[in-house]
């Protein structure tokens, strides 16, 4: 399917996420350990998005190939530093497009948005969801894909008030009503807190002092990483961190 990750805490060079450690995501790519039956490699495109300073908007870098085929993105990840980062390297669900625009994160203001899993019966299944966004959201899609239709219904959920869990949960149990069989993990950040949910695929934690990463897979080896019960919800910020069953959310 995907691999992906968040990062919250004292900032950090993006290599330290996307190439430094012995399991990055960038290894993940091409040597993911935990598929479950999703594909086999995540060489579909890839995006990392950034919060340079307190209060602004996400920085984005998006490409429609292999993480490791970028000239620029080894020294610019080197060279970047940021406290809250999210990331995905993207496996395409066979019949859907490969662009820069389908890869994540998608972004909104200060949101950033990733989808690991995929949405079964695509695209009948969700259609009557489809049907209650607005025509300009269908009409401004990032891709004719799931993640980005996913997406917007997050994104319509907070438009309307709902807290980051509780947009994620409100989607994930709408579309599993319609599709019961999708793989739905989603990873959510404004640059202070962190919302995640386990439904389909594994998510891994490590939560050290100040700080917190989320991930497909852990990047290390550290025994401190910790897996994210199935079927759960997380909200987390830098210090504190919530696990809640989906069906109880």
Same mark, same amino acid.
């Given at each position: 399917?995907? =691999?992906?990750?968040? &990062? ?5 060079? #993006?290599? +330290? #996420?996307?190439? *430094? ?5 960038? =290894?993940? %790519?091409? %040597?993911?350990? /935990?598929? !479950? ?13 950034? &919060?340079?300073?307190?209060?602004? $908007?996400?920085?984005? &870098? =998006? ?8 000239? @620029? ?26 662009? $820069? ?7 909104? +203001?200060?949101?950033?948005? @990733? ?5 079964? +019966? ?8 489809? $049907?209650?966004?607005?025509? !300009? ?8 894909? *799931? ?8 994104? *319509? ?10 947009? #994620? ?11 019961? $069989?999708?793989? #739905? ?5 404004? +640059? ?23 991930? @497909? ?24 961190? /919530? ?7």
């Amino acid at each position: 399917m995907c =691999r992906h990750l968040a &990062y919250l805490g004292p900032p950090v060079p #993006l290599s +330290g #996420l996307l190439f *430094d450690p012995p399991h990055a995501l960038c =290894r993940q %790519a091409w %040597a993911p350990r /935990d598929m !479950r039956g999703g594909g086999t490699v995540n060489v579909d495109g890839f995006g990392v998005g950034w &919060y340079p300073g307190a209060g602004g $908007e996400p920085v984005r &870098y =998006r490409r429609a190939t292999p993480i490791w085929s970028d000239p @620029s993105l080894l020294a610019l990840a080197a060279a970047t530093a940021s406290g809250a980062i999210l990331a995905a390297v993207r496996s395409a669900t066979v019949g859907m497009p490969v662009t $820069e625009g389908a890869a994540a994160p998608f972004a909104a +203001g200060r949101w950033l948005f @990733s989808h690991n899993g995929k949405v079964t +019966g695509w695209p009948d299944s969700v259609a009557k969801l489809a $049907e209650r966004l607005p025509v !300009r959201d269908l009409l401004t899609l990032d891709a004719p894909t *799931d993640s980005a239709l996913l997406w917007a219904l997050v994104r *319509d959920r907070l438009r309307t008030g709902a807290d980051p869990g509780d947009a #994620l949960a409100g989607t994930v149990r709408a579309v599993h009503a319609t599709a019961p $069989e999708s793989r #739905l993990n989603l990873l959510l950040t404004d +640059g202070e807190r962190v919302a995640a949910t386990t439904w389909g695929h594994a998510l891994s934690l490590l939560d050290g002092p100040g700080s917190l990463t989320v991930s @497909s897979e852990p990047l290390t080896d550290d025994p401190a990483w910790t897996e994210m019960p199935p079927r759960h919800l997380l909200v987390a910020t830098r210090s504190t961190l /919530d696990l809640t069953p989906l069906e109880a959310a």
